[in-house]
């Protein structure tokens, strides 16, 4: 029988030279207060961690909707998920695997391990830290 679903991944759907990622912006991890910034067609063998950062930034300022996230110093990208891979128990950030921080801004996206439909978080390395330290989080109250 037929069928008309692709056999295809979705991370294997795209080549890297035609990507979609979505980023997490983080404004707060106390209040989970985050919105997803979806990127499409990125060339993941030529954009370098820090343009896409700088993308992100660039989004923020000029689309609409963002105006709460204008003020928030972004300046960490750390993997959250891949398509077809394992998500955290955590709704904001994984709060595990710091070696999931993208910290030099000269690499490559496709050399640090990105692919089509990956997922990152976006946000202030100190705010993390500190949330870290306290994983509290108000936004029941």
């Known amino acids: 029988m037929p069928s008309d679903f692709s056999d295809v991944l979705t991370n294997e759907a795209l080549p890297k030279t035609c ?7 983080i404004k707060s991890f106390e209040f989970r207060t985050e919105k997803s910034l979806v990127l499409h067609s990125i060339n993941l063998e ?20 963002w105006k709460p996230y204008k003020t928030v110093v972004l300046d960490t990208l750390k993997l ?6 394992a998500k955290t128990t955590n709704l904001i950030i994984n709060l595990d695997h710091d070696d999931w921080i993208f910290d030099d801004d000269s690499k490559i996206l496709a050399d640090v391990g990105f692919e089509n439909e990956t997922e990152v978080s976006f946000f202030n390395r100190d705010l993390y830290e500190q949330f870290k330290l306290h994983p509290e989080t108000h936004w029941d109250c």
């Open 19 to 25: 990507a979609t990622l979505t980023l997490r912006i």
């Open 46 to 65: 030529s954009t370098t961690v820090g343009q896409l950062k700088d993308l992100a930034r660039q989004a923020i300022k000029t689309q609409p909707g």
């Open 80 to 85: 959250y998920t891949q398509a077809h891979g």
